[in-house]
């Protein structure tokens, strides 16, 4: 339990503006007009209404710090278990199993290391650029001022019959946490995608937790203190709040969602996880974000993977995308090569044709040729023998040029 003094200071922490007003103040007897109140809720007490009660007139002005811790310490006195539990399980949740992992990693099982993301093919990277003990010390400052906001929280939102309050009906429970997780993963994708887009955010806040490239589990809420209050704090009160949660629902919604953030930052893929198995965005999906191109995409946490989805950033999806678009381009190209190949060949192939035509063409020296063959007449024509000859041709056969002709003909 905290300390009194440790109460006072958080408390004068959270009002200094408030007290350092009333300080000033010369009047004798003061009162604080009607406000508005912080919570609509009927039956919710309001901070002005708790810290400072009307007084007479004529009372002399109260000390606001010590009425303040007076009222702190009485009903941190009345405060019910689960309102205890809903501000210190949570931590406690994010340290039992972290030191858990943490055990495991140095017992070097084999079973579980060869499920170690950083030493699968082409996971290795940059070594982490901080240590487990600075880590630590980072993770307790946070955790520090995430039990002080939750005690003010609790402060400002307990109905007087806290007491007489029962915890919901088992399905409003199931409801209330699934609408929580929906609404957690909505705030902390576009809060978190802000940090990356935003140079400035980037380079002097989210660059913090991006010092551990490759993560593990004590490292889970290793952040800019301001991250953490926006992130984390924020990303898991206002559900709480919006959703009117009894303290032993807001504690289970707060526990489940620091034990999935410490798996999601384990650094193993383990097949027999449940959270891994059951929720697509898991320590795999979690560890690309950490390093190289990855820091750009899946930046979903700690349920859900449906906004990286939408909106394109889910890597697996991308590169998917990428790879198609790559290789339709590749094949257009090869296409339009082809084409071009084509084209060319088919020029070349008519080119060559006619060629070939003018080459059958016939010469009008050769048409001269065959007809001054046909123009000589055969001396084969009627194939006459020497029995043909009659005793009228004997004059002619022995004459000279019957002589000539004879050997000619039997050549024949």
């Known amino acids: 339990m905290l300390s009194r003094s440790a109460v006072a200071l958080a408390l004068a922490a959270v009002v200094p503006s408030t007290a350092a007003a009333l300080s000033a103040s010369n009047s004798s007897a003061w009162q604080l007009p009607s406000v508005r109140p912080m919570v609509a809720t009927d039956g919710f007490p309001t901070l002005a209404s708790k810290l400072f009660p009307p007084t007479a007139a004529g009372a002399a002005a109260p000390d606001v710090l010590h ?8 009903t941190a006195s009345q405060l019910e278990a689960s309102e205890w539990a809903q501000t210190f399980l949570p931590i406690a949740c994010y340290w039992v199993l972290s030191t858990l992992f943490y055990l495991v990693s140095l017992a070097g099982l084999t079973s579980v290391e060869l499920h170690r993301i950083s030493a699968q093919p082409g996971a290795q990277r940059p070594s982490n650029k901080v240590t487990v003990e600075a880590v630590i010390r980072r993770v307790l400052l946070q955790h520090s001022l995430q039990a002080a906001m939750s005690l ?150 700690p349920f859900f993977t449906f906004w990286d989805v939408w909106m394109g950033t889910h890597y697996e999806i991308a590169m998917a995308k990428k790879s198609k678009a790559a290789a339709a381009a590749a094949a257009a190209a090869t296409a339009a090569v082809a084409s071009d190949v084509y084209e060319k060949a088919a020029a070349a192939a008519v080119a060559a044709a006619s060629v070939d035509n003018n080459d059958d063409e016939p010469d009008d020296d050769d048409d001269d040729d065959d007809d001054a063959k046909n123009s000589i007449p055969s001396l084969d024509d009627g194939h006459h023998d020497d029995t043909d000859f009659t005793e009228e041709d004997e004059s002619v056969r022995d004459s000279p040029v019957a002589r000539l002709a004879v050997p000619i003909t039997k050549q024949h």
Not at 67 to 74: H, V
């Open 152 to 301: 003010v929280l609790v402060f400002l939102t307990r109905p007087d019959d806290m007491a007489a309050r029962r915890m919901e009906a088992p399905w409003l429970v199931v409801v209330k946490l699934v609408s929580a997780a929906l609404l957690m993963d909505t705030w902390q994708y576009w809060v978190h995608r802000w940090m990356h887009v935003n140079k400035w955010l980037y380079r002097h806040i989210h660059a913090v937790h991006h010092e551990l490239t490759e993560p593990y589990a004590f490292g889970a809420l290793y952040n800019h203190w301001l991250e953490g209050l926006l992130l984390d704090t924020v990303g898991g009160g206002v559900p709480a709040l919006v959703l009117d949660m009894h303290p032993w629902t807001a504690t289970l919604f707060f526990s489940i969602a620091t034990i999935k953030t410490v798996d999601d930052h384990c650094g193993y893929a383990l097949p027999w996880d449940p959270l891994q198995v059951l929720f697509p965005n898991n320590a795999a999906f979690h560890d690309i974000h950490h390093w190289g191109k990855g820091r750009m995409y899946n930046f979903s946490q």
């Open 67 to 74: 009425s303040a811790a007076q009222l702190l310490f009485r």
